[in-house]
């Protein structure tokens, strides 16, 4: 069944789920949970239902079959890629995208994202560069320029779909996330899609040994905020741990953004990938008022509670 084929009632309900597609696998909704409504959604637009319409919805605002076209565009031409584009799908790559979101909040991260992702000559592909797993070669690959139902169609495979920004409007939505993750797999990267170190994006992305980690054990306080004081020039990431328990996504990866004072009397800024503090799949906050949330998915904890929370950090040396 094609999109273009099935009814408005149905249509509606696919797009709430397109709202709520996100990290549906993190919080224990399984894929046969997600399958099993999807048939009763069908089971519902055959018959006739009046429903009202919702503000902005992507039925109306947007044509069905756009969602098949490629997004040309890759990032806002006014902003260029910025950290608030990324905004993680259902695909595992955390790590990934944490990487990204903390080079773009670092100085120069928005030309180091321009040096390895370009427009095609054919608008609907794009040119990317990533070195290979040993920090050499770097090599150009090109991918094709995802759509929205790439967006969706990860959703319901239970294999996560690409990251799309503006994901709403074919008009509005920004690419370059979604092409980055494609390219990473034809380079070989191929744990897109599941765990890995944010180090190995940075491998990856600067080549050589630029990716590093260290266990926060191996730290004692004056180094550990030697390295998130060095966030505005160095880009690093953390990896929570299995059971935090209080609020941090266990095993998820959180870009550091440094302090709130500047210094090592305030609290350590943190980005989650999916672009919002912690929710879970329904869009109801796990924590409301535990952190304070500074927007786009940033929050701050205080150096005892990110200790508590994380395992190691990984940094651009």
């Keep these: 069944m094609t999109l273009e084929g099935v009814h408005r009632p149905f249509l509606y309900v696919i797009r709430e789920l397109f709202y709520l597609r996100q990290h549906t696998r993190q919080y224990g909704v399984s894929t046969r949970t997600m399958r099993s409504f999807l048939v009763l959604c069908i089971l519902f637009s055959t018959q006739t239902v009046s429903l009202p319409e919702p503000e902005n919805a992507l039925i109306a605002s947007e044509p069905v079959k756009n969602f098949h076209k490629p997004i040309k565009r890759l990032w806002n031409e006014i902003t260029g890629p910025v950290a608030t584009d990324v905004e993680q799908n259902g695909l595992g790559d955390c790590w990934f995208l944490a990487t990204l979101a903390s080079i773009l909040e670092s100085l120069g991260g928005q030309d180091v994202i321009k040096g390895i992702i370009k427009n095609d000559t054919n608008e609907e592909k794009a040119d990317v560069t990533f070195f290979d797993r040993d920090g050499q070669n770097p090599k150009r690959y090109v991918v094709d320029k995802p759509s929205l139902a790439d967006a969706m169609n990860g959703f319901f495979s239970g294999k996560g779909g690409l990251s799309i920004t503006g994901g709403e409007s ?126 786009g998915g940033k929050f701050s904890v205080p150096l005892h509670v990110f200790r508590n929370s994380f395992v190691d950090i990984s940094f651009v040396n």
């Design 170 to 295: 074919q008009t509005e939505a920004r690419s370059w996330v979604a092409c980055l993750e494609r390219g990473m797999k034809m380079a070989g990267y191929s744990e897109i899609g599941s765990a890995a170190s944010p180090s190995l994006a940075m491998k990856a992305i600067y080549g050589g040994n630029k990716g590093t980690w260290r266990s926060l054990k191996e730290l004692d306080d004056e180094k550990l905020w030697t390295l998130i004081l060095a966030t505005p020039k160095v880009p690093s990431v953390a990896a929570s741990s299995k059971k935090p328990d209080n609020g941090i996504v266990e095993s998820h990866a959180y870009s550091i953004l440094g302090s709130t004072t500047g210094n090592n009397a305030g609290n350590i800024i943190l980005r989650n990938p999916w672009a919002k503090i912690n929710e879970n799949g329904f869009g109801i906050p796990n924590n409301p008022g535990r952190f304070p949330d500074l927007g």
